[in-house]
């Protein structure tokens, strides 16, 4: 009996009919970087299609379940108190560790692809790593690095391509390129839907510097400005195509703690000399995190395929909360137990209502809740570590 060909020697056969027939695209997941190792991360790999559906807003929350399965890789990298989603980076099927430890001759770079590593070189802005609180860009095919230095105002360079090793950076000279803000006040930052487009929004740290809303076009290496004011997201926002709007976690007060919300998408370039007034923006309706405030860390929005989103939020596990409060001076002689991070992970579609609200589409929901443990004394990441790639 003839032997049946596999679909993929079927794809890959020759002839006018095989090669109009679409490439098979790669099945994307939700990749977590976690500091439950001693030496460093473990990535962490799972399959959003998998989590159990929600009956809606009523549904009770899962219980929280241990990683059963091993990581699909481990990185050394020095644990980060704060601000540790700064120092991991995505670009193309790649996540890089930034900060892989000051005994490391260059930076970790695994291909979620093939989950193989490879190593980048330092940026040549932060050789001697006298930089604070980098920011960090994918944007038409380059990743993008931006920095306070010692002994400057801002550095910049990017890595173009990122595919396959050999990794070469090319620094950004020309004042035009080099960012007008102080990188370290970074509040969020949104791709344009052209592709090229990057629009970062910062704040001001010194007396007499204004905040502002800025955009790069990645092409010509040009920044612009355009305004005094702020985009209203807090860490990446995300270009939804139904909604014809930026999508991100809101920021600035506390009137949009734990909600979404969407803003009208900015012209590219602003007219010579002239700023643009803010953007308009509604506020999600749905509280979707942030319910224990005592307990939450922090938060990250990842935009999947077909308009979905994921949000996962990290969090202190609710029995640990003794361990929190305890009084200092017991703690010196009898340390409480290490907490545990729990990280709630649901999906969702976004929609405007008949009376123009953002809402979360029920019907799509999904969750799933899981639980590790800090294998250190640090005080570890506050916002979790996630990418969909």
Same mark, same amino acid.
């Given at each position: 009996?003839?032997?049946r ?22 099945k ?13 991360y ?28 091993p ?13 540790s ?31 193989g ?29 931006f ?6 105002r ?9 595919d396959?090793p050999?990794?070469?950076?090319t ?32 704040? *001001?740290? !010194?007396?007499?510097? /204004? ?9 010509r %290496? =040009?920044w #612009?400005?355009? +305004? ?6 807090s ?45 308009s ?44 409060? *305890?009084? !200092?001076?017991?703690? /010196? ?9 729990? %990280? =709630?992970? #649901?999906?969702? +579609? ?31 990441s ?8």
């Open positions: 009996m003839t032997k060909k596999s679909s993929d020697e079927r794809c890959s056969a020759g002839g006018d009919g095989a090669a109009k027939r679409p490439a098979l695209q790669r994307q997941h939700l990749y977590l970087v976690l500091d439950d190792w001693e030496r460093g473990s990535v962490r790999r799972l399959d959003v299609h998998a989590f159990d559906s929600d009956a809606g807003a009523g549904a009770a929350d899962p219980p929280p379940e241990l990683f059963t399965e990581p699909v890789a481990r990185i050394e990298a020095e644990h980060a108190m704060r601000e989603d700064r120092r991991f980076v995505s670009h193309g099927t790649r996540i890089f560790a930034m900060d892989p430890g000051e005994g490391s001759p260059a930076i970790p770079a695994l291909d979620t692809r093939t989950l590593l490879s190593v980048c070189p330092w940026p040549p802005s932060s050789s001697n790593r006298n930089y604070v609180l980098p920011f960090f860009a994918s944007a038409a095919g380059k990743l993008f690095v920095t306070d230095d010692t002994t400057a801002a550095a910049a360079a990017y890595l173009a391509g990122g396959r050999p990794y070469t950076w620094a950004m000279d020309a004042r035009a390129a080099r960012p007008p803000f102080f990188t370290s006040q970074v509040t969020c930052h949104a791709m344009h839907p052209d592709g090229r487009t990057l629009f970062v929004s910062a704040g *001001s740290r !010194r007396k007499g510097h /204004r905040s502002g809303t800025f955009s790069l076009d990645t092409d %290496l =040009e #612009t400005r355009h +305004g005094d004011w702020l985009l209203p997201f860490g990446e926002a995300h270009f939804d195509a139904k909604l014809e709007a930026w999508v991100g976690l809101c920021g600035g007060g506390t009137a949009g703690a734990g909600r979404l919300c969407s803003c009208d998408v900015l012209a590219p370039v602003a007219a010579a000399g002239f700023t643009s007034p803010p953007p923006w509604k506020l999600g309706e749905d509280e979707l995190f942030r319910r224990n405030p005592e307990l939450h860390l922090g938060a990250k929005l990842v935009h999947m395929d077909h308009g979905k989103f994921c949000l996962v939020e990290h969090m202190f596990h609710k029995d640990d909360e003794h361990g929190l409060r *305890s009084d !200092r001076v017991n703690a /010196r002689y009898c340390p409480p137990p290490r907490p545990r991070r729990v %990280l =709630e992970i #649901t999906t969702f +579609g976004l929609k405007y209502n008949k009376e123009g609200q953002l809402r979360t589409s029920t019907l799509q929901r999904a969750r799933a809740c899981k639980m590790y443990k800090l294998p250190h004394d640090a005080g570890g506050l916002k979790p570590l996630a990418f969909w790639l």
